[in-house]
């Protein structure tokens, strides 16, 4: 029993000054807030161009759809002469 907290005091006495030492400092966690800051703006600037991609594409669904149509009906007609 006394070799066992012996060892659990001599793995603390180890560990808590790594643990310690391993802690972000203030500037690190600065230095971190505005990294995410910067990859959200980042990220909300790409979701706005994604949905101007969507919207021109959906334009330009339409106006092939339209271009099809008008085409079939050419054809239609090109078959009745």
């Given amino acids: 029993m006394q ?3 012996h060892r659990i005091l001599a ?3 180890l560990l808590v ?3 310690l030492g391993a802690c972000a400092s203030q500037s ?19 979701k706005a161009e994604a949905a101007a991609a969507k919207a021109e ?3 330009a ?3 092939a759809d339209e271009a099809t149509k008008k085409a079939s009906r ?6 009745r002469k």
């Fill in 17 to 19: 000054p790594l643990g």
């Fill in 3 to 5: 070799k066992t907290i």
């Fill in 74 to 79: 050419m054809y239609n007609r090109s078959l």
């Fill in 61 to 63: 669904n339409a106006r």
């Fill in 28 to 46: 690190d966690m600065d230095q971190l807030r505005s990294e995410v800051s910067k990859a959200q703006a980042e990220a909300a600037a790409a």
């Fill in 57 to 59: 594409a959906a334009a």
């Fill in 11 to 13: 793995m603390s006495v």
